[in-house]
């Protein structure tokens, strides 16, 4: 089983639509969680960490569920500008290494 | 504003070959790490350093060999390249990973061995 999961999709929605990705994790002790966002052929940058209680930055927001260990980004009001590859990332079982899920990817149409 | 930079950018390489890819970072980060990334991979860890002097391996280490002689600089090394190792290489440091500490990611290095 992989250590983290996600839906690649593609998905493809209309600017000012709200979108919802999950991500699955295996390993319950995991303290730490991410979403990044990839623009093709860059690098992975930093979009939220995700804290236990949920945690909002503008049009995003993050969710964490411990009990069904999944984490989840909402993007409200999409941009064109928003059209990229989320990837969702855990820390594994010793905290020194972080999994990467393959990545969501996200087209907003105009 | 440097942050986390790989060099070279590209290279293309024949089979047999070897080569070291250098990262930088100027953030005095403790850890630090290299991926390779594959179409419908996602990123694979290959060796990670938690300081200097020290590395260890992840996911996917074999064919590989790692350096951390200098706190800012982490090193990996091709030493006999394979077509399989073809593929986009980054480097990310962070911080101890306790709580929320991020990875900061190069913009990656493209390694095609022919």
């Known amino acids: 089983r992989k250590e983290v999961e996600q839906d690649p999709g593609p998905f493809n929605v209309p600017e000012g639509a709200t979108v919802a990705f999950n991500c699955t994790y295996s390993?319950?002790?995991?303290?730490?969680f991410f979403w990044y966002r990839q623009d093709c052929r860059k690098e992975p940058k930093l979009l939220m960490s995700?804290?236990?209680s949920g945690n909002e930055d503008g049009r995003f927001t993050a969710q964490l569920n411990r009990a069904s260990q999944y984490i989840s980004l909402l993007i409200r009001d999409s941009k064109l500008s928003d059209s990229a590859t989320y990837l969702c990332?855990?820390?594994?079982?010793?905290?020194?290494?972080?999994?990467f899920g393959t990545g969501t990817s996200l087209t907003v149409i105009p | 504003n440097a942050g986390v930079t790989q060099t070279p950018k590209f290279r293309v390489l024949k089979t047999g070959q070897s080569m070291t890819l250098l990262c930088a970072q100027d953030?005095?980060?403790?850890?630090m790490y290299w991926y390779r990334q594959d179409p419908g991979m996602g990123l694979r860890l290959i060796h990670y350093?938690?300081?200097?002097?020290?590395?260890a391996k992840g996911e996917v280490p074999d064919g590989y060999n790692v350096s951390r002689l200098k706190k800012q600089n982490f090193l990996l090394g091709l030493e006999s390249a394979a077509p399989s190792q073809t593929s986009v290489y980054f480097c990310?440091?962070?911080?101890?990973?306790?709580?929320?500490?991020?990875?900061?990611f190069g913009d990656g290095t493209r390694l095609s061995i022919l």
């Open positions: 953030m005095n980060h403790e850890y």
């Open positions: 995700v804290y236990s």
């Open positions: 990332v855990v820390n594994g079982i010793r905290g020194n290494q972080f999994y």
């Open positions: 990310a440091s962070s911080y101890a990973p306790r709580g929320n500490q991020p990875q900061h």
């Open positions: 390993n319950s002790a995991s303290q730490s």
């Open positions: 350093s938690v300081g200097e002097g020290t590395t």
